[in-house]
C-alpha cells in the first residue's frame, strides 16, 4: 500500500511531527511504503519563530506541492494535513487532487476558522467554506479531539473518527523533581510552545513576578525568547533531542488559553507531554483540557486569576500532591495518549480508508 503523506512542516512544525511523522516506523510496520512531501521547510518554520516569513519559501513551497500533487497517480491514498493549498480555495484543491484516490485529512488544530472567522468578508466569502467542501469529499477525518471532530460531521464528512496527539513512551520518562528543590531553588513551573501561542501566558506575568519574588517558585518557558517578549520566565531553547530533558527540569506544567473558536480546537499537546514527565498540570478549562486533565487528581483547572494563584500556590508547597498528581498524569498517559494504543488504530484507519468502496 503506497501513501503519499502531505504534510504542512517538516520535522521542526510540532504538527507535523505528532500527528503524522513520528508514526512512519508504525505505518512502515503495518505493510504501507509511505513517501513524505511537505509544504514547508524547516527554514520556513525557523522564520516564524523569529517573527519574518520569506515569500521566497512560500512561493518555492506551492510550486513545489502543485508538481507533488501533478504526479500523485501512482498512490493508494493520500494523507493530508488539513489542507494541501492554505489561503486558496476549495476548487483549487479539488481540482489537483487525483478523482480515483482516496485521501485523508488530518486535524489538530481548528484552521478553518483562520477562514469563517476572518475579519474579512471576502476572506469569510472566498474560503469560509473551504473546509466543508474538503471534508465532505475525503474517504476519512482524523480528528484530534471532539470538537474537530464535530465540526467535520456537520460539514457532511462521510466518516469522522478522533485520534488524539499522542507522544511515544519509549522517549518520555518519570523522574524526581524534588530532588533539585531547595530553599535557595523552588521548584520551576513550566511551559513548552511556540512565539505565536506567548501571548497567552502574558496575564500571568504578574502573578509569576510575585510567586518568585516570595520564594515560592521559579518560572521558565521552552522555545521562546522570554526577554523579547517581556514575560518574567528564564528562557530555554527548543531542540528536538532535548525537549523531554527541559520538561523533565520542570515540576509543574503550565497551559493557559482564552476561550475561543481556535482554541476550542487545540489539542493539548503540552499537558501530554508535561504528563508523561509525570509532572502536575495547571490548565485553562477550554476545549480538550478540560477532558485532559482531571481537576484535583492529576491537575488543575483554573479559569480566574485568584484560581491560578490558588493552583499554583497549592502545587508549589506541597511536594508529595505534585508527586501523586504527576503518577495520575503519567497514568493516563500510558492509557490514552501515546503511541503504543494510537499507533495500531491509525494504521488500521488509513488501511481501511485506502479499501476499494
Not at 508527586?323 to 503511541?339: N, P, S, T
Request: proline share 6%; aromatic share 10%; glycine share 8%.
Amino acid at each position: 500500500m503506497k501513501v503519499l503523506l502531505l504534510t504542512r512542516y517538516d520535522r521542526l512544525g510540532a504538527s507535523s511531527r505528532m500527528r503524522m511523522l513520528q508514526y512512519l516506523p508504525w505505518l512502515t510496520s503495518a505493510g504501507m511504503d509511505v513517501t513524505v512531501s511537505p509544504l514547508f521547510p524547516d527554514a520556513y518554520v525557523q522564520g516564524l519563530q523569529t517573527g519574518h516569513r520569506n515569500p521566497w519559501h512560500v512561493l518555492r513551497a506551492y510550486w513545489r506541492r502543485l508538481r507533488t500533487l501533478l504526479s500523485s497517480d501512482n498512490f493508494d491514498l493520500l494523507w493530508i494535513e488539513k489542507e494541501c493549498l492554505p489561503w486558496l480555495p476549495a476548487w483549487v484543491e479539488q481540482a489537483l487532487l487525483p478523482a480515483r484516490i482516496p485521501y485523508v485529512l488530518d486535524y489538530d488544530d481548528a484552521v478553518f476558522h483562520y477562514y469563517d472567522e476572518h475579519r474579512s468578508t471576502w476572506v469569510r466569502r472566498l474560503l469560509g467554506n473551504k473546509h466543508p467542501a474538503l471534508m465532505r469529499n475525503a474517504a476519512l477525518v482524523v480528528a484530534g479531539n471532539a470538537y474537530l471532530a464535530s465540526f467535520a460531521r456537520s460539514a457532511g464528512a462521510p466518516w469522522v473518527e478522533v485520534v488524539p496527539t499522542a507522544i511515544d513512551l519509549t522517549r518520555y520518562s518519570t523522574l524526581d523533581g524534588t530532588a533539585s528543590t531547595t530553599p535557595q531553588r523552588p521548584p520551576c513551573v513550566g511551559w513548552i510552545g511556540q512565539r505565536a501561542t506567548a501571548d497567552f501566558l502574558r496575564p500571568l506575568a504578574p502573578l509569576f513576578e510575585r510567586l518568585a519574588a516570595s520564594g515560592l517558585g521559579r518560572f521558565a518557558a521552552i522555545g521562546i525568547d522570554t526577554q523579547a517578549l517581556g514575560l518574567p520566565m528564564a528562557s530555554i531553547a527548543w531542540t528536538e533531542s532535548s525537549e523531554v530533558a527541559s520538561i523533565q527540569s520542570f515540576d509543574v506544567g503550565i497551559m493557559p488559553l482564552v476561550d475561543g473558536p481556535f482554541e476550542r480546537g487545540k489539542c493539548g499537546y503540552k499537558l501530554i507531554q508535561y504528563m508523561a514527565c509525570g509532572l502536575p498540570v495547571v490548565a485553562s478549562p477550554v476545549g480538550v483540557n478540560a477532558q485532559i486533565v482531571e481537576h484535583g487528581v492529576n491537575g488543575f483547572l483554573a479559569s480566574t486569576s485568584q484560581e491560578w494563584e490558588d493552583a499554583l500556590t497549592t502545587l508549589l508547597t506541597d511536594s508529595a500532591l505534585r508527586a501523586r498528581m504527576g503518577q495520575a498524569g503519567r497514568h493516563k498517559v500510558e492509557q490514552e495518549y501515546c503511541l503504543q494504543v494510537t499507533g495500531p488504530k491509525l494504521a488500521n484507519l488509513l488501511h481501511s480508508a485506502a479499501a476499494p468502496k
